[in-house]
Structures are given as structure tokens and as C-alpha cells.
């Protein structure tokens, strides 16, 4: 049983990915966050403790689905350590294996894949500009420098990722590269 968390810039293919996982792995969660915090009445004008409220929603779910036995993958935008080590706290009180992966495509493709994809009715904000998407970028990139088990996908088409995500989780036939940022070829 794993519990996966996808994390990654907007665009880079996270809940297609773990929608994809859970499709073909069922009855795998695919628990997406931002779906979750939808749900919550007014979250839009308290984005900040809908979100909090939305975290703890989902570790429970969680929680259920891997005490049941059951893989769940987690797709949710990350650069803070809280939310990933409680996830990697809940893997270890439940017995399932943690897999923390980031998905990151060159930033001047995230980037044309956010433009690309524009804004969700599950998001808080506006589109980002130029000055806010690289400075996301920039922070999700340096906080998987500083999580010694992150594993890196260069994010490319979704069919390769894919492959190369059951890769990084040791499903069997599965062939890929995962790499940490800046690590040479």
C-alpha cells in the first residue's frame, strides 16, 4: 500500500496523474485537495483556513482509504514542509510506503502549460503573472532541494510521466528517468 503525494507547478500534470494511478489501480484514492476545499462552504473568501480545514479533511480520507488497504495519491502544490511530513507521518502510523514526487517540467513549459490551462473554478486567484509564476516555481523547485527523499520527474508528455512514475514507485516493466534537480545525466 503507498501513499503518494504528486507535487508540482500548476500545469505540470499532478491530478492527471494521480487520476490516471487511481483508474488503473483500484481502488486507489485520488485525493485531490483543491477539490476538497471546493466543497467547503465559502471557501472563497477564507481561502487560508478553508485550506487548513480542506488538509485535514484529506488526511482523513486518507487515513480510512490506507487503513482499508488501499493506495491513495495526494496532488497538491507544495512549498512548505507541514502538510508532506504529516502525509509521511500518516504512511508510517498506517504501514503504507511514502512516496514524495515532484513533477517539474522546464519552467518556460510550466509555464506555457499554466497559460495554457488558465484557472480552475477550484482555485483562489487570478492568473499568475510572469514575476509570481517564476517565483512559485522557483520556491517549489528549491523546497524539493531541501526533502532528501523527493523524487524528481521531469514532467514531459503525460504518457512518459506516467511511465515514469510507476518507475519511481517500483511497479514492475515500468522504465523511466527520475532525477534530482541539477543532477547530471
Not at 508540482?8 to 490516471?20: D, F, V
Not at 485537495?33 to 473568501?45: E, L, M, Q, T
Not at 480510512?64 to 493506495?71: F, I, P, R, S, V
Not at 523524487?151 to 510507476?166: C, M, S, W
Amino acid at each position: 500500500m503507498k501513499l503518494v503525494l504528486l507535487n508540482g507547478p500548476p500545469g505540470s500534470g499532478k491530478s492527471t496523474l494521480a487520476r490516471r494511478y487511481a483508474d488503473d489501480h483500484p481502488p486507489a484514492l485520488a485525493l485531490d485537495v483543491d477539490h476538497v476545499r471546493s466543497f467547503i462552504g465559502g471557501w472563497r473568501a477564507t481561502p487560508g483556513p478553508a485550506g487548513l480545514l480542506a488538509r485535514d479533511i484529506a488526511v482523513a480520507a486518507a487515513r480510512t482509504h490506507l487503513t482499508a488497504g488501499y493506495d491513495v495519491v495526494v496532488p497538491q502544490l507544495l512549498a512548505r514542509p507541514e502538510f508532506p511530513e504529516r502525509l509521511e507521518a500518516l504512511a508510517r502510523e498506517t504501514g503504507a510506503s511514502f512516496h514524495e514526487i515532484l513533477l517539474l517540467p522546464g519552467r518556460e513549459e510550466a509555464r506555457r502549460r499554466c497559460v495554457a490551462r488558465g484557472v480552475s473554478e477550484i482555485e483562489t486567484a487570478e492568473p499568475l503573472t510572469d514575476d509570481q509564476f517564476t517565483a512559485m516555481y522557483d520556491r517549489v523547485a528549491a523546497f524539493a532541494e531541501d526533502r532528501p527523499r523527493v523524487r524528481v520527474l521531469r514532467a514531459g508528455k503525460i504518457d512518459h510521466t506516467y511511465q515514469d512514475l510507476l518507475d519511481a514507485l517500483g511497479h514492475p516493466g515500468a522504465t523511466g528517468n527520475h532525477r534530482r534537480p541539477g543532477a547530471r545525466q
